[in-house]
């Protein structure tokens, strides 16, 4: 063989070999996208933006939430310290809700007096301010009463002086006897929403001040009030065990998110597996929910006898998700904090009171601990339930003393949000004869 025949050969053969190397790099993709795709249901691996038909109507509902001011001069330097040394992955696409938000009915005022009545009111002494509220006043028990009229929403509040009267007649109960009196407070004026029944409700100890406000008791015995928060949770991703791949994927999300909660309905004459991972909502103030209870002495002889104030806003929310989102990524939402775009929605001291009315601080340093997903319910009405990043850690102040944060940012990626794409979902087919 001569070298020009040799040179072609060799040249020949890499020619060949290259070829190979690239159809088996080829493959190997497609069979690690393919494996990567049943780890995901499909309206998780690619948004289906389908809470509404245009980009634009979704746009127009933007998260907008506000912020507590810092001290001038305090500096937004941040650290990340969490366990892994680093931002860890969080799921790219995720479920957001509409809420049923309702419009004023014409019988307003009477389901309002309906409700006054349950608390002990007078319904015919109803106060009207407005077309958008109802009050009732008891001067014997000393107790304000605010209904709005679009939503029934409400609240109960009681005089100071009455609150701090009551502790002659007795001692408030425990935390868990006042979350079972919370409960079925609520239960008896007619409040039920599974939202809620999955919920981690927390306590407070509350201490009434002589003008009226309230700050934080050190222990159950200086406590006049229990405050009951009603936390409320939703799902992120919801994997039926009737799609294809269904396993891999639960196992998978299981890895990243922790153990799902787990149903069994029957759709179509079948019994299917729904496996839900769950995200609490999370509202403008991280340590009280929307709907609170506080529980006090028993006032025999009085209706709501233990109940001093209820703070009742409730946002029904659709069971089934409307769509599916892509999100910013964590190490985005950080960088974005960083350049002051975040709301600083918590700074307190270690052990803080955090009751009393917040007052601005000095940060010198931002550590974060923390970086989590979880769904942002305002005070007021919402159109959509939709996602934040919470950054969380530890904050140093400029006396050197350390407090904790918490900052919230949306966490839809706005600028990626489409018209609605309709998917569909690889189901797999079972025997029609069977119930299970």
């Known amino acids: 063989m001569t070298l020009t025949e040799a040179a072609f050969w060799t040249k020949r053969f890499g020619v060949i070999i290259g070829g190979a190397v690239l159809v088996f790099v080829i493959l190997i993709l497609v069979i690690l996208s393919s494996s990567q795709s049943k780890n995901m249901p499909v309206e998780y691996l690619s948004a289906n933006f389908a809470c509404t038909e245009t980009k634009e109507e979704f746009l127009e509902n933007k998260l907008v939430i506000p912020s507590l ?15 892994t040394g680093k931002i860890d992955s969080l799921p790219q696409i995720i479920n957001v809700y509409k809420f049923d938000n309702p419009v004023q009915s014409l019988s307003s005022q009477a389901d309002a007096k309906i409700l006054a009545k349950k608390m002990g009111f ?4 109803v106060i009207r301010r407005g077309t958008t509220s109802y009050v009732w006043i008891d001067r014997d028990t000393g107790r304000t009463l605010e209904i709005y009229a679009k939503n029934l929403n409400f609240t109960l509040k009681t005089d100071a002086s ?10 408030v109960p425990t935390e868990q006897q006042a979350k079972s009196k919370a409960v079925n407070t609520l239960r008896a004026l007619g409040f039920s929403s599974s939202d809620y029944a999955a919920g981690n409700h927390k306590t407070t100890l509350i201490d009434v001040n002589p003008d009226g406000s309230f700050s934080q008791a050190s222990s159950l015995s200086e406590a006049e009030l229990i405050r009951v928060d009603f936390k409320r949770s939703k799902s992120m991703i919801t994997v039926p065990s009737n799609i294809e791949g269904a396993e891999s994927m639960v196992n998978t999300l299981t890895r990243k998110l922790g153990e799902p909660t787990i149903e069994t309905p029957v759709i179509n004459d079948k019994k299917i597996t729904v496996s839900t991972f769950q995200t609490s909502v999370t509202t403008l103030e991280p340590n009280k929910a929307n709907i609170s209870v506080y529980v006090g002495v028993d006032r025999k002889g009085t209706t709501l006898s233990d109940i001093y104030q209820i703070d009742y806003t409730y946002w029904p929310i659709q069971e089934s998700s409307c769509g599916t989102y892509e999100l910013i990524s964590p190490q985005y939402a950080i960088q974005q904090v960083q350049e002051g775009n975040g709301s600083l929605i918590y700074l307190n001291n270690v052990n803080g009171d955090y009751v009393t009315e917040y007052i601005p601080k000095k940060v010198k340093k931002f550590t974060v601990f923390s970086i989590l997903i979880t769904y942002y319910e305002s005070p007021t009405e919402q ?9 969380s850690g530890e904050a140093i102040f400029d006396n050197d003393t350390k407090g904790e944060f918490d900052f919230y940012y949306p966490a839809i990626n706005y600028s990626a949000v489409q018209n609605k794409i309709v998917q569909e979902e690889n189901i797999i087919e079972e025997d029609s004869n069977s119930l299970f």
């Open 122 to 125: 007078d319904p015919e002494g």
């Open 162 to 171: 009455y609150i701090r009267k009551s502790l002659e007649l007795g001692s």
């Open 69 to 83: 001011k810092l001290s001038e001069g305090s500096e937004m330097l941040f650290e990340i310290e969490t366990d």
């Open 383 to 391: 159109e959509f339930l939709q996602p934040v990043y919470v950054i």
